[in-house]
Protein backbone atom coordinates (compact mmCIF):
# COMPACT_ATOMS: atom_id res chain seq x y z
CA UNK A 1 0.00 0.00 0.00
CA UNK A 2 0.80 3.90 -0.66
CA UNK A 3 1.69 6.19 1.70
CA UNK A 4 -1.08 9.31 1.43
CA UNK A 5 0.27 12.66 3.93
CA UNK A 6 -2.37 13.80 6.05
CA UNK A 7 -1.07 17.00 4.98
CA UNK A 8 -1.47 16.57 1.26
CA UNK A 9 -4.76 15.91 1.39
CA UNK A 10 -5.82 18.45 3.49
CA UNK A 11 -6.74 17.00 6.57
CA UNK A 12 -4.67 18.26 9.08
CA UNK A 13 -2.57 21.38 9.10
CA UNK A 14 1.35 21.02 8.72
CA UNK A 15 1.83 23.07 11.86
CA UNK A 16 -0.34 20.69 14.19
CA UNK A 17 1.22 17.60 12.34
CA UNK A 18 4.23 18.66 13.40
CA UNK A 19 3.84 18.97 16.98
CA UNK A 20 1.72 15.82 17.54
CA UNK A 21 3.57 12.82 19.35
CA UNK A 22 2.68 9.54 20.71
CA UNK A 23 0.80 10.11 24.07
CA UNK A 24 2.55 6.49 25.31
CA UNK A 25 6.20 7.12 24.39
CA UNK A 26 6.37 10.98 23.38
CA UNK A 27 7.89 9.96 19.39
CA UNK A 28 6.87 11.91 16.79
CA UNK A 29 4.44 10.70 14.48
CA UNK A 30 4.33 9.98 10.87
CA UNK A 31 1.31 9.90 8.13
CA UNK A 32 0.58 5.66 7.03
CA UNK A 33 -2.20 3.68 6.04
CA UNK A 34 -3.91 1.30 7.93
CA UNK A 35 -4.51 -2.65 6.95
CA UNK A 36 -7.63 -1.75 5.37
CA UNK A 37 -6.80 1.62 3.88
CA UNK A 38 -7.61 4.44 6.41
CA UNK A 39 -5.91 6.71 7.29
CA UNK A 40 -3.55 6.36 10.66
CA UNK A 41 -0.70 8.23 12.45
CA UNK A 42 2.36 6.05 13.37
CA UNK A 43 4.92 6.29 16.61
CA UNK A 44 8.44 5.87 15.09
CA UNK A 45 9.32 4.44 18.41
CA UNK A 46 11.92 1.63 17.74
CA UNK A 47 10.89 -0.51 21.09
CA UNK A 48 6.85 0.11 21.16
CA UNK A 49 5.79 1.21 17.46
CA UNK A 50 1.79 2.41 17.97
CA UNK A 51 -0.29 3.52 14.79
CA UNK A 52 -3.13 5.83 15.61
CA UNK A 53 -6.69 6.20 13.87
CA UNK A 54 -7.89 9.28 12.43
CA UNK A 55 -11.68 9.32 11.82
CA UNK A 56 -13.13 12.31 10.22
CA UNK A 57 -9.79 14.29 9.70
CA UNK A 58 -9.20 13.90 13.47
CA UNK A 59 -6.37 11.82 14.76
CA UNK A 60 -7.66 9.80 17.85
CA UNK A 61 -4.65 9.65 20.28
CA UNK A 62 -5.85 7.57 22.68
CA UNK A 63 -3.38 4.66 23.53
CA UNK A 64 -6.48 2.15 23.81
CA UNK A 65 -7.49 2.51 20.59
CA UNK A 66 -4.32 2.36 18.92
CA UNK A 67 -2.56 -0.69 17.27
CA UNK A 68 0.33 -2.45 17.43
CA UNK A 69 2.85 -2.31 14.23
CA UNK A 70 5.07 -4.81 15.36
CA UNK A 71 5.38 -7.88 13.10
CA UNK A 72 2.37 -10.06 13.67
CA UNK A 73 0.44 -7.97 15.84
CA UNK A 74 -2.70 -6.21 15.16
CA UNK A 75 -5.47 -5.20 17.38
CA UNK A 76 -5.51 -2.91 19.79
CA UNK A 77 -2.61 -1.95 21.64
CA UNK A 78 -1.49 -4.48 24.57
CA UNK A 79 0.15 -2.47 27.21
CA UNK A 80 0.17 -1.67 30.60
CA UNK A 81 -0.62 2.27 31.72
CA UNK A 82 2.54 4.59 32.38
Known amino acids: MSEVPLAATGLMEPWLREILRCPATGATLVDGVGPTGEPEL ?6 NPLA ?3 RDGIPVLLVDDARAVRPGASGPADHAPA
Open 42 to 47: VSTDPV
Open 52 to 54: YPV
